[in-house]
């Protein structure tokens, strides 16, 4: 009966980050609000042509640790491979993101307002 319903509380959670994820983004199409996802962010940072990156071997595994200040955002990322782990985003020392791989909060699709 426990795991049943952890299954059912794990899908509803699920479920309410959806739909907070398509309302932010109505909304900010709506208010035509500048928005970008997690994985875009993450893109632009590793493409980015002053990032500093740093990579390691652990265990076996391939780790990057990128960091990228520019124009008062200063943004770091550690990706496993391919696999965004951790990102965080900060504008004039104000968070902007802080996507955890192990959370729920933000999923990689979900929009993140930028400040003008």
Request: proline letters at 3%.
């Amino acid at each position: 009966m426990k795991k049943h319903s952890k299954k059912i509380k794990h899908k509803a959670k699920t479920t309410l980050n959806k739909i907070k994820t398509n309302i932010k983004e109505t909304l900010f199409d709506i208010a035509d609000i500048p928005a970008t996802s997690v994985q875009q962010l993450a893109d632009f940072i590793q493409h980015h042509p002053d990032t500093k990156v740093t990579k390691k071997q652990m265990l076996g595994i391939s780790y990057a640790f990128y960091s990228l200040e520019t124009e008062g955002y200063h943004y770091y990322l550690e990706t496993n491979e391919s696999k965004i782990l951790q990102l965080d985003g900060y504008y004039e020392n104000k968070k902007m993101v802080s996507y955890r791989s192990y959370r729920d909060y933000y999923q990689l699709n979900t929009p993140i307002k930028f400040p003008n």
